[in-house]
């Protein structure tokens, strides 16, 4: 099993989760993060002031994937997150040791 935490931009959720859906991933986690990576933030104008925004705000997904999975997960979200641009995101895979399904008590790849 794989653990695979991917930060995007915000507009792209939703076509990263429906992308996922169609690949036969069905749980997935989405939370509200900031960081900058090679952009580097920008200046901004505020009623006359200029200040630099250095943490930009993004979305991380994280995904509980099989590893006949993965290599379909890691494309579905390359084909959707994708702009062109710097700052499109990066994916992150990690193992996943094990995981239980609290209500009936499932566990490895049976609780995904």
């Excluded at 499109?88 to 995904?112: H, N, S, W, Y």
Aim: glycine share 12%; charged share 30%.
């Amino acid at each position: 099993m794989k653990l695979v935490m991917a930060i995007i931009k915000p507009p792209k959720l939703d076509s990263v989760r429906e992308a996922l859906s169609k690949v036969g991933v069905q749980g997935v986690t989405a939370t509200e993060v900031r960081g900058f990576g090679r952009q580097k933030g920008h200046t901004e104008l505020y009623r006359g002031a200029e200040y630099v925004v250095d943490f930009l705000p993004k979305i991380k997904v994280e995904a509980a994937v099989s590893d006949e999975l993965l290599d379909k997960v890691l494309e579905a979200i390359r084909g959707a997150a994708n702009i062109g641009k710097i700052g499109d995101g990066k994916i992150f895979v990690g193992e996943l040791q094990d995981a239980v399904r609290i209500r009936t008590g499932e566990a490895g790849p049976d609780a995904l």
